[in-house]
């Protein structure tokens, strides 16, 4: 089983500061990587796939990067609705596919 | 507007059974594979299992196989996760999730199933 490793486990910043969460793959899983956002009460919403590629109707300030084991997701100037729970999921080896365990972004 | 609605979540005593629902609206239904991903409370994501677009194929996390069914009527636009011989690390909150290319696109807000005794 590929093993995701997110860090860190929380990030607390200021709104409109820039947020950088990290995601490790213990094998490569070349860009078959996702980022989803979970807010208290609500499922997960896909923001990004393919490392890169916003998923309809994700503004902008949202960016992934990398590819093979190591891989970023940028918030660029966070606002109110952005504090909540991001998680990476790699889904090369499918099904199922794993997810990090989550880093927490709140407000500094 | 996609909508899944998932419910059946109650408190179960350890052995016990439970089936948990999921309404799904807003895209056709039977084209598309569906998943059940659970969550213990504060904790990460669990994929669960899946079932393919005609019901014929499904899959299952090994924690578990041999224990959980998944099943779907695409002729009410419904899944299902038949959930028998309930452990107490089962407890957790259940999504149901549509599938697009490997991708989780929609998800449920989610039912509570609580093992205890």
């Known amino acids: 089983e590929i093993v995701m490793t997110q860090s860190p486990a929380t990030l607390s910043v200021f709104p409109g500061e820039r947020a950088t969460l990290s995601c490790r793959a213990s094998?490569?899983?070349?860009?078959?990587l996702a980022w989803y956002q979970q807010k208290p009460g609500q499922g997960p919403r896909l923001l990004i796939y393919g490392a890169s590629t916003r998923a309809t109707g994700i503004p902008a300030r949202f960016s992934g990067s990398g590819s093979g084991t190591e891989f970023t997701l940028t918030i660029s100037s966070l606002q109110s609705e952005d504090f909540a729970v991001y998680y990476c999921?790699?889904?090369?080896?499918?099904?199922?596919?794993?997810f990090g365990q989550g880093t927490k972004v709140d407000v500094k | 507007e996609v909508q899944l609605v998932e419910s059946g979540g109650v408190v179960v005593q350890p052995g016990g059974s439970l089936r948990l629902s999921c309404a799904a609206s807003g895209f056709t239904f039977d084209e598309y594979t569906m998943h059940w991903v659970r969550q213990v409370p504060g904790k990460g994501l669990e994929w669960v299992s899946l079932v393919t677009r005609d019901g014929g194929s499904t899959f299952y996390a090994d924690s578990v196989k041999g224990r959980f069914t998944i099943s779907r009527d695409n002729s009410k636009d419904s899944l299902s996760l038949q959930m028998n011989s309930l452990r107490t690390e089962d407890t957790a909150l259940y999504f149901c999730?549509?599938?697009?290319?490997?991708?989780?696109?929609?998800w449920g807000q989610g039912t509570l199933v609580t093992v205890s005794s």
């Open positions: 094998q490569s899983v070349s860009s078959n």
């Open positions: 999730a549509k599938e697009k290319s490997k991708l989780f696109d929609y």
């Open positions: 999921h790699q889904y090369n080896n499918w099904p199922p596919g794993t």
